[in-house]
């Protein structure tokens, strides 16, 4: 079965810094890779998505995240953050076989002004 | 478009009473249907998971039920609460089990 780790835990930065939040994940095969954001008391929501071609993915509030085949990686970025984008963040991993996502801890981001 | 609803949006039940949380979706047919819970702190736990009309998953052997009356219908049970019940509830729905799934507001339950 698939599997997905987000290795920070937690993450500060500063507005107008960037922002990288990591994902690794196991599986055998090209996996289907999902971004989710969830701010306090809410649902999630999706920001991107990979399941195949380019590997640098452009998403919703000025995100993208890079597909890195050998190193078995996901990672977000974005290039400058707005105090909005303090948020937790979901990497998720789906595959054909299986019946569900598989999701990581999460990582709690905090911006500092 | 496809709308999620979930209700209700906050819940407060003491420890042994009943519990029943419905989620409800619209504008497609047939999906996969999915219930996670957080508790504070902590990432999500899928519960169980539905990919037709009276077919359930069970990810977490526990004192909840699922079901699924209807092809978008999807409710959460328990006959007698527990404080480790305790958490945000997420239903989401996807159209393939492998692709996204796309979630709903969530339920807050407190057990007292």
């Known amino acids: 079965a698939q599997s997905v780790t987000q290795p920070d835990i937690h993450i500060t930065v500063s507005e107008g810094a960037s922002l990288e939040l990591r994902c690794n994940y196991s599986?055998?095969?090209?996996?289907?890779l999902f971004w989710y954001v969830q701010s306090p008391g809410q649902g999630l929501q999706l920001l991107l998505k990979?399941?195949?071609?380019?590997?640098l993915v452009q998403g919703i509030k000025g995100f993208e995240a890079e597909f890195k085949r050998s190193q078995s990686s996901f990672n977000l970025r974005k290039p400058s953050v707005h105090w909005s984008d303090a948020a937790e963040y979901f990497c998720?991993?789906?595959?054909?076989?299986?019946?569900?996502?598989?999701f990581g801890a999460g990582t709690t981001v905090t911006v500092r002004a | 478009s496809q709308t999620i609803h979930q209700w209700p949006a906050t819940l407060v039940q003491p420890v042994g009473s009943p519990l029943s949380l419905e989620c409800t979706v619209e504008?497609?047919?047939?999906?996969?249907l999915y219930w996670y819970r957080q508790a504070a702190g902590r990432g999500l736990q899928l519960l169980f998971y539905?990919?037709?009309?009276?077919?359930i998953s069970s990810e977490v052997p526990q004192n909840l039920s699922a079901s699924r009356p209807q092809d978008r219908q999807f409710i959460l049970s328990s006959k007698k609460l527990l404080l480790s019940d305790s958490g945000f509830y997420l239903c989401a729905w996807s159209v393939l089990s492998r692709e996204e799934q796309y979630f709903g507001p969530g339920t807050r339950l407190t057990v007292t």
């Open positions: 599986y055998g095969a090209t996996p289907y």
């Open positions: 998720a991993v789906g595959a054909p076989v299986q019946d569900k996502l598989s």
């Open positions: 539905s990919v037709g009309i009276g077919q």
């Open positions: 990979y399941f195949s071609g380019d590997t």
């Open positions: 504008g497609t047919s047939n999906p996969n």
